[in-house]
């Protein structure tokens, strides 16, 4: 009997996926990295899990997690056969899915927590704390796809990081396979922990290296019905980090998101998704803020805004009066991904980039500086996360006959981006997890006795490198 085939005798047919059934999972976003498996394999318990991974683990093959596939560093992805050889990796991978094990196991507001199975969508882990007048805080615009067992190993951001924190902040316990097939029950619900290390933080971030994670015990938060955003025009760059510390100053804690619009943007999504344009007058640059709270934030809001107004940094605003238009202008937000608005997308430079945040407006000319002087045609797209310092930035061809041109420079402008990166004391990886497109260019980010460190502890964890191999640490 093959490896295959005794997987397909445990699991049962819907638990193993072949040929033309398994290729949509051998692909990531943006068609960056595409790879090969001997199967898709879909366990629907910690038990087959186990299974699953003992038989890898036995037969030498390797184990790629997979969530909902929505990872933009192909971290979900394996190796093709030329990768696996190049790097001296012989064995065949496995991709395994986590989709069927997708329960919302409880949800408990008593505690202010809820655990689920690591399968379930980021959209139903909100829907069921709603359900229980609670909040479930992170959000981005893969929620109806990505899943918790995703967002845990990839440490996910999204719009609500300024008030909720990235995933690392909203665990409180994970139950993880390891990659001998133990299972470390870690479920935890405590707020407070002092009691040793703190291993579940150990998978947050770790892309599927360490362990398979199979559930989480997830922190719920007051449910907050008065949300409101504006969008503001800003005066440029240097207005928003003056108008950040404003907002924090007249709004308290309830400014919960802070993302950058720029104009070329949010005209290409209105058109091309027939949306309504927000607000009439034009400027490079706007603002998503939203307040949102226990009681009604309106009166504050439209204070900070005419404060704003007065200091010469907003210059015209719209602000959400009706759920819908509320809805239009997160709509509009959530297409804003260059995938979803420039068709050479995959032929651009993408950059998931962090700095300090009073450093971003130096660090957002220096990008443009490097892209005007290698690239004078290509074009700067940056939109997001920008009260984190964390701007989704890419250097695209502006046509199809700059694609050549482009990519005859596209190196050395990743490698001059990078560099600048590391001199803005930035990271390359603020949300998106390292995966195989940025394992070749961290390297420099970190001291080597800090990868050192990390790689001890993959081998602790995973002595035979079976879990995820090719991703996350620097060859
Ligand atoms: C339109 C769009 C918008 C996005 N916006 C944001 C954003 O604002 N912020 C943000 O942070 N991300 C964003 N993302 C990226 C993506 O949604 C997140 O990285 C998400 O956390 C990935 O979840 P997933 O379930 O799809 O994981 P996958 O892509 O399937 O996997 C990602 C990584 O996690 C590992 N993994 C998956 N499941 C497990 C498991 N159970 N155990 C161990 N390892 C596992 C995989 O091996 C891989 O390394 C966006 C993506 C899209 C398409």
Known sequence: MTFVDGLRSDLGEAGVLTGADAAPYLTGQRGLFTGEALAVVRPASVKETVLVVRACASAGVFIVPQGGNTGMSGGAVPATGADRDSHGLQPQSIVLSMSRMNRIVSVDPDRWTITVEAGATIEAVQQAAAGAGRLFAPDWGARGTATVGGAIATNAGGNNVLRYGTLRDNVLGLEVVLADGQVWDGLRALRKDSSGYDLKQLFVGAEGTLGVVTQAVLRLRPATPHAQSALAAVSGLDSLMPLLELAEARCGGDVTAFELVPDVGLE???????????????????????????????????????????????????????????????????ELPAMRLWDLHEHGVKLDTAVPIDRFGPYHDEVRRIAAELAPDAFTYGFGHVGDGNVHMYVLPTSDDQVAPFLAV??????????????????????????????????????????????????????????????????
């Not at 209105?270 to 309106?298: D, G, I, M, N, Q």
């Not at 490698?415 to 990886?429: M, P």
Request: proline fraction near 5%; include cysteine; hydrophobic fraction near 40%.
């Open 410 to 475: 596209r190196d050395e402008l990743r490698e001059r981006i990078d560099e600048a990166t590391f001199a803005f004391g930035g990271t390359l990886s603020a949300e998106h997890g390292i995966g195989q497109l940025l394992r070749d260019r961290i390297r420099q980010q970190k001291p080597a006795v800090e990868w050192d460190l990390m790689q001890a502890v993959k081998n602790a964890l995973d002595p035979q490198g079976i879990m995820n191999p090719h991703k996350t640490l620097p060859p």
């Open 268 to 334: 290409r999504a209105c058109k091309k998704f027939s949306l309504a344009r927000p607000l009439e007058a034009r400027a490079e640059f706007y603002v998503l803020v939203r307040l949102s709270s226990t009681e009604p934030v309106s009166d504050r809001l439209g204070a900070f805004l005419d404060e704003a107004s007065d200091s010469g940094w907003v210059t015209d605003a719209a602000v959400a009066v009706t759920d819908e238009h509320e809805e239009r202008l997160w709509a509009i937000r959530d």
